[in-house]
């Protein structure tokens, strides 16, 4: 019931309602709730954004009844923006249409200032759109000599005014054109403001002419040590308009983080060569994503970056050295936040760009990227997140703490290290069965539907051929070999005389598991061998040690659910990662994959500013452990190496697969295991 | 009385006093009291910083008597610090030495925080030491794997600490090398941290390994139309370690304000080109300045500039067009800080310059240092400041109001644009006596001490010769031509037999007078003719007009004193001003020179910070006067170019000297006045 004698007006979904005067137009009335609707153009007809949707007749959840003259009538700037833009019928613009009688106005989702961005997975959080760069039109008053103010200003203070913002300041890019933009737009002008982290201080980063017609630009930037994957994002409708990735060129200096630190150690210029390489690359990039979505680079206003500790530093021009050796000290650990000019990158002159904060020196912002995008510290049950990569990076908690660790998994996952290993790429073998009474394999490679054993399934492979195997199809390998009896828990391969097929051969001291001969049509042998198993034995112990040394810390023996980030993580079948021992036990069906989980948090920063405050806060908050200095730590790895380590510490295999007891030591194993003195730290 | 059974310590000169428990170091006691007592080093006994003279004996005043064994034994650090580098007999520091009975402790001026820097003029205020940035040496936490922090957040937690310093960021600059230099001075640094204008986002700029003994150094610019002038100080003494100055290499473009305006105007790359050579320029004064102080230009870290409008967008990369048209609109009016490298400065990286805010379109930031170094909004009496250039900036106030315009003068006391003009440069005629009888001139040049009737005086002068007549002689010239009835009130030169001297000669349709023929010698033949008295009777009627404009906005028809500023100011006789009518009518005594005003704003707002925000709302609340739209100014010029205009105007002149009624209009004035419609506009 109204209090007043004025009209009533109520927002949907929102439910804010108020009585206002006839004639107040429904964004004054919108502004005054607190209502989210949108405006550019500050409610005088242009931009459009305020569009609502009247509703008529009957309510009786708010007791209103909406006559057909609840709003002043259609005017002409509705009729010519509907003419010349297009507009849904029924719809009209809110800072035309005005009160007269009660009235219940939908503001639709487009027209929402937080926009949600809508996530495909269904546990994953939508991102609200708070983009640090916004844009205001405003209309700025002319000079007067009897009032020498400057144009900036006068501009200055119309943005305060009519948007309220705070003391501003301007971007030194803008004086040289401003006072031109301001009379060609005879003084009315779009301004992209950069709010700044919090509001703290705000600053005019460009000035159009009159009402600008585009957008704004923002990147968000997976920066790993193999590739850089890039989201071209729109920062007012958060839409992706380009998706693109490359290698990173920093490859040629060393294929994983270790050697890259060696090099700078090794070279005088060394550091500078990699950040200069990194950097040029990632102009590449950001020309390449801006050529798909036909924009120029120099409407990029923002970029978000991910990465590991290592290429934060390089890509930063920050020598990596003191992350090569204890205590792996970083020389900032928190957030950092500048111009992209610093980072030599070729977009908007006064761009901003914000790297997510480390967690320490060797669990770098990609794994604050995962947490920020996964959420542990929001999870009501213990959620283990595993980002596989050279490095994994592993995090265990729930809403009451959170843990980190990084675990020197090397490169195996990758497929790199391994005998036919190769990356995920057409060619490449990635899902394998081996039937257990055969021992005759079958699989699928990357740019095939096909099983080999298929009707077409040469034909459907003729343009890549069978080229190797890549990271998650190693996994399945080993897995179905230890299903199939080819390989023993210790990790040694069968002699075809134990094993019963031809397929495993002596190859040196040790047997080798015949996968694909591909050399009568001078294709390659693809096999497996001992010291493959060995690999994905140390890489698989590593990273089970860093889970299983996190929750000790956790004091717990189970987790309630484990999520697999990371487009490796996105491949890995949950089955064959828990007949590895790859993972802690876990019911399979709570075994999930994040997919880029490091990269939507990446794209989560870029367009909501709070989300950086938020992950800021988290990342102060969790505890990091330090493998390194955890002797539990090389206590599960020296018992990890076996497929699996223990039948007690995975009651789960029990329902998935009946593994063989079979031991094919026969006194001499000349590979020495796995779990010894050959482990090597590796990072990345 | 003490109050407590502690030992009272007093400190003189600002006898703060308080109890404090036997065993405080005076430097914690000076602190907790608020006492301004430095410290680099935070009291660790490494910067001397805080050296204090206790006194012994009895003290009436403050009613105590103190024993010789007030404080601590001298120890071995002071010992050190002695031996090393010498202290004053007596001295203690205030970090070593702890309180043990009453005492009276002295802090010396050079152990202020607060330093004054003593102006030598009694009238000028001192400068109080407050720069923008300062020194703090820290002792940083060393990294450790069981709490992952970056280096620099360990950095600024100790900065946090030690210093009670806000949030700190830091430079981009700094991130390359912070961990070398906290490695190198084992986890002890010293950090320059630019404090920002009113400590809003202080940050770090710089950070040396160990107790950096150095200093830093800051610029204090005035960047005039024709002459940059810069004085090089020490940031932590306030001391000028060198003062320089280049001519404008803008002036290959255009001599005065307007021609450079047009040149921007007519060429497309107009602007660029004059940026471009203001700021080669400034680097190359820079050089110059630190070559002579033995610094190098990266220990520079601030700078401050002052300059009329034009200058100010030119050094900003902003095109001067709109301040070459009514209604004359600035840019931006605020004062400017930004980051050195936007101005292509090769100083520190992180540098930062400021750039005082400009009053109006025709009053620039110049205008603004002369008011900060004159302070008319803090004197009792009303003050005329005038800044003669080639643009006369005019302030009238006192601490109630304060009004600002600028009138243009032209270049004619610059001595450009009159016939035998000449800079003020050795060979320039600077001073004139004309006998009223035999009305021969005698004259000083600059160069020489001696008078040209004096014996020895061609001797004194062979090496420059006599070349022309400076800004101040033809002030000096036109006043004593007018005493000695050469030149009557209308600006008429008489003829020889209307003078009675053949020093007056037909010259064209007018007459001239010959002040000297060198021709003999093959020098030149300096004449004043009768275009030269028209152009000072424009230029002085201008400058009078401005400052009679202000005196009615004031409603007053008298000033109480008048303050002469620029380098020409400092040589004008106030006695010939008077009579030529450029200045109001004063007591002779009343009438001061403040030489280079707008140099000494820009060194005080170097100093001290206080000093810009103090100036930036100085300059919000003077009120400027627009000359070009106000009648009365119009009104005021015409009738102000007689010589004086007016008798009753300036009864001051009858008690300096009589003035002859003559009158050399013989009907037919060809050279047509000067008080009518030739007025031209000019800048600067």
Known sequence: ?????????????????GNFPVGTPILTAARQLGV??????????ICSKCQVQPSYGEFSKHGVTVEDDALTEWNSVEERYKSKRGMIDGRRLGCQAAVQGDVVIDVPPESQVHKQVVRKRAEARDITMNPSTKLFYVEVQEPDMHDPSGDLERLVAALRKDWELPELEVDFSVLGYLQQALRKGEWKVTCAVHLGDDYVSPRIVHVWSGYYEGSIYGMA??????????????LQTGEVIASTGIMNPQIRFGEDLMSRVSYSMMNDNGAAEMTLAVRNGMNALFVQACAEAQIDPAEIMDAVFVCNPVMHHLFLGIDPFELGQAPFALATSDAVSTRAKNLDLKVHPAA????????????GADAAAVALSEAPDKSEDLVLVVDVGTNAEILLGNKDKVLACSSPTGPAFEGAQISSGQRAAPGAIERVEIDPVTKEPRFRVIGS???????????SILSSGITGICGSGIIEM????????IVDGPGLIGSPEQTGTDRCFLDGRTHSYLVWDGTANGGPKITVTNRDIREIQMAKAALYSGARLLMDKFDVDVVDRIVL??????????????????????????????????????????????????????VRKIHKIETAIEPRFQ???VNASAIPNSVEKFPILESIVPLPDVNFNTGGDNDGGAGGGRRRRRRG
Do not use: Q
Not at 352 to 363: E, N
């Open 565 to 618: 980030a990371g487009a490796f993580g996105a491949h890995i079948s949950p089955k064959h990662a828990t007949i590895l021992g790859m993972i802690p036990d876990c019911d399979l069906d709570k075994v999930t994959s994040a997919g880029n989980a490091a990269g939507t948090g990446a794209r989560i920063a870029l367009l909501n500013v709070e989300a950086r405050s938020d992950i800021e806060e988290t």
């Open 36 to 45: 989210d609707l949108d405006s550019v153009c500050g409610g005088r007809g």
């Open 221 to 234: 930037v997976d920066l790993g040590s193999t590739t850089i994957a890039a989201h071209l994002c729109d």
């Open 478 to 485: 080993v897995a179905e070999m230890r299903i199939a009896g």
């Open 449 to 459: 539907d096909m099983w080999s054993d298929e009707i077409g399934f040469a034909e």
């Open 635 to 637: 206590e599960h790895f």
């Open 1 to 17: 019931m109204s209090t007043s004698n004025d009209p009533l007006v109520i927002f949907t979904p929102s439910g804010k309602r």
């Open 352 to 363: 901003r760009v914000y790297l997510l904060p480390c967690i320490a020196g060797h669990v």
